[in-house]
């Protein structure tokens, strides 16, 4: 389907193959997409996703794939980004590329930059760059310092910059996945008015509910095969899960009944000092219980204090917070993480790859990593306990790596999850604090999460679950803490909160 009265497609992928060494990432997948159209790209980690993507942004030089792209009913033979970036694709990573010590426009025109004689005319690049943010309505200073500007905003200059190319293909990957509700409704905003214009999206997402609401249609892969390409009106948020994993999915979130058992955490008027304005508190004179057995969901928008609140509860905010806490009735004073573990304590932090996993060791090493002390004796490391260990947790959590020498980096973001999961679980906590630990997961693994915390909750572990998936929190959790603005705004049992509810008070309407 296409829009604007032309049964033509403007860009189309056609028998599209592609091997890795070992894996085939693509088997003959063809797919289209219509001038004017947002079209949706979703499949589970492994899928070929992001395989696709890079084909058609030319990251895969022609002659590294079977098959053939083809634009205006004519073939493309892409050597590189560049070289598609001249037909009109643009692709928006997920982590942008920007210089963040570079001005606004300065980042708009990299390596472009308008020139005579070898000289950079300045005043023009800032003048051009004003023009294409303001074709795209958006209020940001050429002038002024990227670094300065919030995700959302940098976000909306690279598709100005990727108008100021004459894009006529824009492909965005995860683009809300650091973005708050009203950032992302801002921006499905901004990629319906693009539609309006003739330009075509490309959005790939994990977020199936945004993806319908949004998507003109949807385009499934399924181990590198083509599995589904249908109208969003044809679709419903379990049909297009059960395409991506290939069988019917019952159940998202599975709670049994469990016990609830003693305070295992408690936080008395716990804040957190701004780290830039000086006397004041990030978060304030929070109050929480935590028991053994319970999955405590705390959500809030963007700037609510959620991650600033566990960041310095595992004793790693910069500044010394306030307050008391409290484990199994005793005050605690948890000065860093090492602090935070002893006390039977884990965080699972919201970025994995920057505070979590150690990139450059392979899954048995990072699972290890939080525990050596128990696996060494006279400062050498038992390394058979250390494999039996990690083959352990691999088994529990249903890991897949090829072997436990398996580079971590190499891994789907569902089994890095579960590396750091398993690394957390080695120290047999009795605290497990979650933040945002389903971002960047497909929904296979986002299930096998919640039922891996539902299974951990009956066997007494205290859970506390941070996300910015409302719909997650709910499914999970047994009560509720909602904060705004720095605050506990509601304390609500799971029967008592509904996503009206739960916005309501995020959004300090009540």
């Known amino acids: 389907m296409t829009s604007h009265g032309s049964s033509l497609p403007l860009l189309e992928a056609r028998s599209v193959s592609k091997d890795f060494p070992g894996v085939r990432a693509l088997r003959d997948v063809t797919?289209?997409?219509?001038?004017?159209?947002?079209?949706?790209?979703?499949?589970?980690?492994?899928?070929?996703?992001?395989?696709l993507m890079k084909i058609l942004a030319g990251a895969y030089p022609g002659g590294s794939f079977a098959g053939e792209l083809i634009m205006d009913g004519q073939t493309l033979r892409l050597r590189n980004v560049p070289d598609a970036e001249a037909h009109g694709i643009v692709m928006i990573p997920q982590e942008l590329s920007i210089v963040k010590e570079m001005s606004v426009a300065e980042n708009m025109?990299?390596?472009?930059?308008?020139?005579?004689?070898?000289?950079?005319?300045?005043?023009?690049?800032?003048?051009?760059?004003?023009?294409?943010?303001?074709?795209?309505?958006?209020?940001?200073?050429?002038?002024?310092s990227i670094k300065t500007l919030r995700i959302a905003k940098q976000q909306l200059v690279a598709i100005a910059k990727a108008l100021s190319k004459s894009a006529r293909v824009i492909i965005?990957?995860?683009?809300?996945?650091?973005?708050?509700?009203?950032?992302?409704?801002?921006?499905?905003?901004?990629?319906?008015?693009?539609?309006?214009?003739?330009?075509?999206?490309?959005?790939?997402?994990?977020?199936?509910?945004?993806?319908?609401?949004?998507?003109?249609?949807v385009v499934i892969?399924?181990?590198?095969?083509?599995?589904?390409?249908?109208?969003?009106?044809?679709?419903?948020?379990?049909?297009?899960?059960?395409?991506?994993?290939?069988r019917d999915v019952v159940e998202l979130y599975r709670k049994q009944a469990h016990a609830i058992g003693e305070v295992v955490l408690e936080l008395r008027d716990f804040s957190v000092p701004h780290l830039e304005?000086?006397?004041?508190?990030?978060?304030?004179?929070?109050?929480?219980?935590?028991?053994?057995?319970?999955?405590?969901g705390l959500y809030g928008l963007m700037g609510a204090g959620r991650t600033e609140l566990v960041t310095a509860l595992f004793g790693a905010w910069p500044a010394e917070p306030h307050g008391e806490v409290r484990v199994r009735g005793e005050r605690v004073h948890l000065r860093s993480p090492i602090d935070a573990i002893a006390a039977g304590m884990v965080l699972l932090t919201e970025d994995r790859g920057r505070y979590g996993l150690v990139m450059t060791l392979d899954v048995e090493q990072n699972i290890s990593l939080s525990s050596l002390r128990s696996l060494s004796h006279m400062g050498l490391i038992d390394q058979r306990a250390e494999t039996e260990r990690a083959a352990e947790y691999v088994k529990r959590l249903n890991i897949k790596p090829p072997t436990l020498r398996h580079p971590v980096t190499n891994l789907s973001g569902g089994n890095q999850q579960k590396v750091l999961l398993a690394r957390g679980l080695a120290t047999k906590p009795s605290i497990l604090v979650l933040d945002e630990p389903t971002r960047g997961i497909d929904v296979g693994a986002k299930a096998e999460i919640f039922h891996l915390l539902d299974r951990l909750a009956r066997e007494g572990l205290a859970v506390l679950f941070i996300s910015s998936e409302m719909a997650e929190v709910l499914g999970v959790s047994d009560r509720v803490l909602v904060m705004w603005n720095g605050h506990i705004a509601a304390e609500l049992q799971s029967d008592e909160a509904t996503e009206e509810t739960v916005l309501k008070y995020a959004t300090g309407g009540a």
């Not at 083509?226 to 109208?231: F, Y």
């Open 31 to 51: 797919a289209t997409f219509g001038r004017g159209e947002i079209v949706a790209v979703v499949g589970e980690n492994g899928a070929g996703k992001s395989t």
């Open 109 to 144: 025109y990299l390596n472009q930059e308008p020139s005579r004689f070898g000289v950079i005319n300045g005043r023009r690049m800032e003048r051009e760059a004003a023009v294409a943010l303001q074709s795209l309505g958006v209020d940001v200073d050429p002038h002024a």
């Open 172 to 217: 965005l990957d995860e683009p809300t996945s650091p973005l708050s509700l009203v950032e992302s409704e801002q921006l499905f905003d901004h990629l319906r008015d693009l539609k309006r214009r003739g330009i075509t999206c490309i959005y790939v997402s994990h977020r199936i509910n945004e993806v319908l609401n949004l998507a003109d249609r």
């Open 221 to 246: 892969l399924r181990d590198g095969l083509l599995v589904g390409s249908e109208p969003t009106d044809d679709l419903s948020y379990m049909k297009v899960i059960s395409m991506m994993l290939g």
């Open 277 to 296: 304005v000086a006397g004041k508190n990030i978060v304030e004179r929070v109050n929480l219980r935590l028991h053994a057995g319970e999955v405590l």
